[in-house]
């Protein structure tokens, strides 16, 4: 098959890698790609917002199968470009991406079709906002307060405020574009959810859904969870609190009703469905929905899957997920995120990479690239996440060696990364 993958991060390089090694592949372009994708697929100068140049590519070149990355195009509706265009595609129809792409429409389905989440309501005018959150404010005396953007906003459009008056300052900014533009000019004001967070992911064909393996990401930029969001500083998979009792009920409660509330909303939904969970005392609570692989989750993922990736996705292309399963390797796999200096505000770019070669030869570890480019042999830093140095070993302990072994061998003195990756996991003992 001629395969195309869309998007240019650690996530699109972890889904070449994988693709690459199937026996059905035997031409796999990237479009864009990066520096480290140019070493497993051939590289395309197109953005993946060009839609139509996108399209063209896929036809002119005779592509059998596109695997849709990032978030933005299948908000944007390449898929149903691709769909109307005759070439087959992972990922969701525009409507169906709506999960992702308006938490606002999210937060009403679950509320329609009764998937547990967390109480919410929705604004675009800052007086009612402001309203809501004073009484609110009150009923949830003690918690913070939760505001996010509707739209897309890099992983970044959530802040959790100590107060009413932050959550109301937030929320202003928001509603007046300050903060993350057309994204945030209608919010979603909820309740503080107290527990444990983890990533479930499960492949869906539109009627079926097979669940995946949990990680756990890291979303603040630096050790012990603190400062801003990022789009995650590193992830793990196993995650020790997903057990698999647990994560029937969330196929149960809140996956498989996801499914049905879709095809009953007439966009029925084919492709990774990424739950953002809060572990909460009452069971398990849906965050907010991705219409795509985590990035990084997708590293570790793709790190521990045993069998072939690309019939998995060809099968929920087509609608065929009935019957199917995959194989995963029982050991821990972890990826610990290098960033840019200024990353999330403003990361610097240019700065030369030296040692990947060294951290690749450690045991165990495979370093995918995300925000990289080539010039005249030289590997530079090209966006905010950078590098995932990805390891795989027998424990959890062993893989975060490893993998801070391999950060170690990396000369690039524009970098950095936390140090904590897996703290849950080796906090919560063998």
């Not at 990237?30 to 896929?58: H, K, R």
Request: aromatic share 6%; proline share 5%; with cysteine.
């Amino acid at each position: 098959m001629r395969i195309l993958v869309v998007g240019s991060g650690g996530r699109e390089h972890a889904l070449c890698w994988a693709i690459a090694a199937s026996p059905l592949c035997e031409t796999l372009y990237c479009a864009p790609g990066n520096a480290g994708i140019e070493e497993v697929a051939q590289c395309v100068a197109i953005g993946q917002e060009d839609l139509p140049a996108l399209v063209d590519f896929a036809r002119r070149e005779r592509i059998d199968f596109v695997v849709v990355g990032p978030e933005g195009p299948l908000v944007a509706g390449l898929a149903d470009q691709l769909t109307a265009a005759g070439i087959k595609v992972f990922g969701p129809s525009a409507a169906a991406a709506r999960l992702e792409g308006s938490k606002g429409f999210t937060k009403d389905l679950c509320r329609k079709y009764a998937i547990p989440t967390a109480a919410y309501e929705r604004f675009t005018d800052i007086a009612a906002a402001t309203a809501y959150i004073q009484r609110q404010g009150n009923a949830w005396k003690d918690q913070p307060i939760v505001v996010k953007a509707d739209g897309l906003a890099a992983g970044k459009g959530v802040i959790i405020a100590p107060s009413a008056e932050e959550a109301i300052a937030a929320t202003r900014d928001m509603l007046s574009g300050n903060s993350f533009g057309a994204a945030g000019s209608s919010v979603v004001i909820e309740e503080f959810m107290q527990g444990e967070e983890a990533s479930f992911f499960a492949l869906v064909d539109g009627v079926h859904a097979l669940p995946l393996v949990a990680a756990q990401d890291h979303k603040r930029v630096g050790d012990g969870d603190t400062g801003p969001n990022t789009g995650g500083m590193g992830a793990y998979s196993p995650a020790p609190c997903m057990t698999p009792a647990l994560a029937e009920r969330v196929m149960d409660e809140i996956i498989r009703p996801t499914v049905r509330a879709m095809t009953a909303e007439g966009a029925p939904f084919r492709g990774v469905l990424f739950a953002g969970l809060m572990l909460t005392a009452s069971g398990p609570k849906l965050i907010e929905y991705n219409c795509r692989f985590g990035d990084p989750e997708c590293q570790v993922l793709m790190m521990r899957l045993k069998s072939d990736l690309l019939p998995a996705l060809i099968a929920t292309a087509d609608g065929a997920l009935d019957h199917f399963d995959l194989r995963w390797h029982a050991e821990t796999a972890l990826t610990v995120v290098m960033a840019a200096e200024g990353y999330p505000e403003a990361p610097k770019k240019g700065s030369e990479i030296r040692g990947l070669e060294a951290a690749g030869a450690v045991e165990g570890v495979t370093v995918f690239h995300a925000g990289t480019r080539r010039d005249n042999g030289r590997i530079l830093a090209n966006g905010g996440r950078v590098l995932n140095v990805t390891a795989m070993a027998p424990t959890v302990e062993e893989a975060r060696r490893r993998a801070y072994a391999a950060v170690d061998q990396i000369d690039w003195l524009g970098g950095f990364c936390r140090r904590d990756i897996a703290w849950r996991a080796l906090a919560a003992g063998p």
